[in-house]
Each structure stands twice: as structure tokens, then as C-alpha cells.
């Protein structure tokens, strides 16, 4: 048995040592996918004064300091986006909501080191790192790779029950009760809950696809392609979520329509918006959406989604009472008895309508900035792999206003990542080096001379 802050050290440790003897792209997406899968779940390393330290945040902080030792030309090549304005403006108005509700400054600046931890420094390492096509297909190699590796695994779990994460850490990072179905269970491994393990095969089954049609799997996996790609498939089958069973389907339909139409990527993440924006206009929370979950056999999808509907409609009064910054987090503003599965709904309790409103404008930022890359792209695999990853983060934060996301992305880290294609890499100036006659002819005042040699070609 490992004990969980060790775990953690050792991933913060291992991720700093991974800079030091690999190339900057490779080091972060091996550092984050192993860590993601293997780290404890629901853990987190706690110090007087600083936000906790999960296994998300140690392998950022690992990366940084890493970035920062062994890769520090690379920070001085990021060009700035739009986008990092309005990250910013997430940071800032996290912070301003705990004055507005007189909590102070520090808990001021603890709100604003959260969001820097968890949005701020995966979206920048992204943004510095992963600089071309080349490593984001090295990333989704990597991701579809590791859900080869979890398939196994999932299946042992699906027949004798979640007990890796027990075993290795000593402890379930989750409710025991809701990873049962059927007379079989949920598989976890080392992730948060048997819904993101779904959401995780959802993914890479999708990616799986698109890699093996362009045969990009071909010596990546110690597997035959279509093989690798079914076993991935059977570990999304005995994952028992009907979000991730329904979600490929609409993934199908969605990727398919975004190589015809640019702007479908964007448009997937609109009916969440939707949805808000009925709530909060009209008091609709779209009941209707429940029938046709119940008429395609999907009575506890629909049931769960009833709840999280109605959590909101229950919410939405709190949310009008101080409606511009929100209640500051703390679990002030919330209802009891109602969970907070919703990310939309944690924004609005806890920063307003103007923190999410920020934060749902960078969102969709990257989302334009990422649909904007893939349409750039060259014909054939890159532009399919690009639009496959954009419709995904299009789907993500829809899904997740929803409620639990049915799809899984690191959404700021591939964000900064399509960001930095889109704005490009900063090139470092280029400087001459004037001869022994020339220098002579410059200190002499020969204007022209240094007219010459001050606008290199």
C-alpha cells in the first residue's frame, strides 16, 4: 500500500525530473496522462495558507518547475491572445467576488491561486509547450494508448468490483453505492468515478477511430490497430454509463458535420448557454428532454438528469439574490439537500453572472481559436484530428453545464495548445554581428552605416 501524499510527491518529483531529460511537449502530455490515470483520485495534499494539491495540480506544479529550470526560452516564445485576456479576468474576478462578500484579501488571493492552479497554469504549460499538429497527435497517441492499458483493468473491475485504488491507496475515492449496476459494478481504477472512466473510453474510442483511419497507430501500441480499437470499445461496454454510450453516437454526428460546416464545433457548445439562458429568462429548465431519454430505454439517465435539472431550478432563486458576483464559494449560497453536479451551477453560486460570463467567454475563446486551427490545417489527418479534438471540447462544455461531463478532455491544456497554433510562435530577434571596420565607422557617426546594419533582412 502507497500512502496518497506520497503518491503525490513522487508524481511532482517524477514530472520535474521527466523536463530535465525529455523535450518539454513530451515530458508535460506523458506527465499528465500517467499521473492522470495512475495518481490517487479525490486526494490532496493540504498546507497552512495554499489551495490543496491534488494529483492535477502536482503534476502542474511539477511541470512548472520543470518549465522554469530546463525550458525557460520557451516561455519568452508564447504571443499573446485574446484569450489570455479574458483568463486573466477569471483570475481577477474569482478574487473580487470574496471582497465583494467581505470574506477579505487572502481569501482574496486563495480563490485566485485555485483558479491560476486549476485553469491558469494547464492552459499556459499547453500554450508554451505543445507548439505544433505534431504534439497534439502525440497526445491523443498517448491518451488512446492509455485507455488501451485501462481496458483490462476495467473489465476486471466490471465482474469483481472497484478495488484497485483500495488496494494501492486504501481507500475508495468515491461512493461505493453508484458504481453499481445490474449485478455488476462501475469500473473506477484510479480515477475520480466510474462515470469519468466512461467518459475517458468515450473519448479514445473517437480519437481511436480517426488514428486508425489515417493508420497513426500503426507501432504505437503493441497491438494490432483494429484490435487496440476494439479493446478500447469493450471498455467503454462495461463501464455501464449511458452518458458515454450516448455521447459517441453524438460525436459521430457531430464530427461528420464538422468537416462540412467550419462553425459546428462552436455551435456544440451553445445549448448549454441555451439552457442557462432559459432558466434564468423564462424559469424553463427543458423538461422536455426527459421523455425521449425514457422512451430509448435510458429511465436512470433520464432520472439523473431530472435531478440535476431541477438542482438548478432550486439553485436559480439564491443565484438571483446576489446575481452580479456570486456568494464566494465555502459552500455559501448552496441548498441543501441539492447536490452541485453542474460546473455552470458551482460558477453562478459561487462568482455570479460576471465570473461565469468571463469564464464562459474564455471558454469559448478556445473553442473558436481551436475550430479556427483545425479549418488551418492541412487536408487530411491533421484537420480530422484537430476538428475531432475541437468538436470534443465543443461537447465538454455543453455536457458540462448540463451536469457530469460525458466526454472526457483536458479542456485548458488542449486549449492552450490550440491557441498557440492559432497565434503562432515568437520568433527571437535576430542580431548581427558588425565587423572591426564597421564598429570603427559607428563610432566614427557614420549614420549610414548604422542605418544598414540596425534592419537586418
Known amino acids: 500500500m502507497i500512502h496518497p501524499d506520497l503518491a503525490l510527491y513522487l508524481g511532482m518529483l517524477l514530472t520535474f525530473v521527466a523536463f530535465a531529460r525529455l523535450p518539454g511537449a513530451k515530458a508535460l502530455i506523458l506527465a499528465f496522462v500517467i499521473g492522470e490515470l495512475v495518481l490517487p483520485a479525490h486526494w490532496a495534499i493540504n498546507y497552512a495558507q495554499l489551495p490543496p494539491v491534488d494529483k492535477e495540480r502536482a503534476i502542474w506544479l511539477g511541470a512548472l518547475l520543470g518549465t522554469a529550470v530546463f525550458h525557460t526560452r520557451a516561455l519568452a516564445s508564447v504571443r499573446w491572445h485574446a484569450a489570455d485576456v479574458l483568463l486573466l479576468a477569471v483570475v481577477l474576478s474569482s478574487a473580487y467576488t470574496s471582497i465583494d462578500n467581505g470574506l477579505g484579501k487572502w481569501d482574496a488571493l486563495a480563490m485566485a491561486g485555485q483558479v491560476i492552479l486549476s485553469t491558469g497554469l494547464p492552459y499556459m504549460l499547453g500554450r508554451v509547450h505543445l507548439r505544433n499538429i505534431g504534439d497534439l497527435a502525440y497526445l491523443a497517441k498517448v491518451l488512446f494508448w492509455g485507455a488501451v492499458v485501462y481496458a483490462p483493468l476495467a473489465v476486471w473491475e466490471f465482474r469483481m468490483s472497484p478495488q484497485f485504488h483500495d488496494t494501492v ?189 468571463v469564464r464562459y467567454a474564455w471558454l469559448f475563446c478556445i473553442l473558436l481559436a481551436a475550430q479556427r486551427a483545425a479549418w488551418l490545417a492541412p487536408v487530411g489527418a491533421q484537420r480530422e484530428l484537430l476538428l475531432l479534438l475541437a468538436c470534443i471540447m465543443g461537447i465538454r462544455i455543453t455536457s458540462g453545464i448540463f451536469g457530469v461531463s460525458s466526454v472526457y478532455i483536458p479542456l485548458e491544456l488542449v486549449g492552450g495548445a490550440m491557441t498557440g497554433l492559432v497565434t503562432g510562435v515568437r520568433q527571437p530577434r535576430p542580431t548581427l554581428q558588425a565587423s572591426p571596420v564597421t564598429q570603427y565607422h559607428l563610432r566614427a557617426g557614420a549614420g549610414g552605416a548604422k542605418a544598414a546594419i540596425g534592419k537586418p533582412r
Open 169 to 357: 491507496y486504501g481507500f475508495f475515492p468515491h461512493t461505493w453505492s453508484q458504481q453499481a449496476r445490474w449485478g455488476f459494478y462501475r469500473p473506477v481504477v484510479f480515477l475520480r468515478h466510474g462515470l469519468r472512466v466512461g467518459a475517458f473510453f468515450c473519448t479514445c474510442v473517437m480519437i481511436g477511430m480517426v488514428l486508425n483511419r489515417h493508420r497513426l497507430l500503426r507501432w504505437s501500441v503493441p497491438l494490432p490497430p483494429w484490435l487496440a480499437v476494439a479493446s478500447v470499445g469493450v471498455g467503454l461496454l462495461v463501464c455501464m454509463s449511458f452518458g458515454p454510450w450516448l455521447a459517441v453516437p453524438l460525436m459521430v454526428i457531430v464530427f461528420g458535420a464538422a468537416k462540412r460546416w467550419r462553425w459546428v464545433p462552436f455551435a456544440a457548445g451553445l445549448p448549454g448557454v441555451a439552457w442557462l439562458t432559459s432558466v434564468f429568462l423564462t424559469g424553463s429548465t427543458w423538461t422536455w428532454m426527459i421523455q425521449p431519454l425514457k422512451d430509448i430505454g435510458a429511465a436512470g439517465r433520464a432520472e439523473t438528469l431530472q435531478y440535476r435539472l431541477d438542482a438548478m431550478a432550486e439553485h436559480a432563486g439564491n443565484i438571483r439574490q446576489r446575481p452580479w458576483f456570486g456568494y464566494g464559494g465555502w459552500g455559501r449560497g448552496r441548498v441543501e439537500r441539492w447536490a452541485t453536479d453542474s460546473e455552470a451551477l458551482v460558477f453562478l453560486v459561487r462568482n455570479g453572472f460576471v465570473g461565469a460570463g
